[in-house]
């Protein structure tokens, strides 16, 4: 789903092309094996994240971890975890259509956010994620930088996350 970026003069919202997004569940002791078949190295600590390329990780859980890669090589990656599960037990699901991203950049994109988010936004540095709440919908919060952060939001959730920051934009607009 592309949708126009919606913005005013401090911050920009928009929904980001679709990506090969994977869900790895596997045990912290065979993540040097995981990150060999990935290619690239998988953060150890819980919201730490890595990218090299085209492709990103971040650490989830104890034993979790959000994979992002190109469309395009989602059904390899796939077939590369298939060839090593029979040394390296895993859980890797394809949760690509189930998930929009949401692009929030600008001077004021961590002020759009706090507007339906918990999170201290101030504690979260860049290229970490967490898995937080924006207002009642779950959704996996990655800050790209000082003023670029991405929601990674369930389809079923998207209406009600997009609404609410069309919401907030247009009260910012306002000088609200």
Do not use: Y
Request: overall charge negative.
């Amino acid at each position: 789903m592309n949708a126009p970026v919606k913005s005013f003069a401090a911050v920009s919202v928009a929904v980001l092309p679709p990506v090969a997004r994977l869900n790895l569940r596997i045990a912290p002791a065979d993540l040097d094996t995981a990150s060999a078949t990935f290619g690239l190295p998988l953060p150890g600590k819980i919201g730490q994240g890595q990218a090299k390329g085209d492709r990103a990780a971040w650490c989830l859980g104890p034993d979790e971890w959000l994979l992002h890669a190109p469309e395009v090589e989602q059904a390899a990656i796939v077939a590369d975890f298939a060839a090593v599960r029979a040394l390296t037990p895993h859980s890797l699901t394809v949760i690509s259509d189930r998930e929009f991203t949401i692009a929030i950049t600008g001077p004021s994109a961590q002020e759009l956010l706090s507007v339906a988010c918990p999170l201290d936004l101030l504690r979260m540095a860049p290229g970490t994620a967490k898995r937080t709440l924006f207002d009642s919908a779950q959704v996996v919060l990655i800050r790209d930088s000082d003023d670029a952060f991405r929601i990674e939001v369930w389809r079923s959730f998207f209406p009600h996350v997009s609404e609410l920051l069309d919401i907030a934009l247009r009260e910012f607009a306002c000088g609200l």
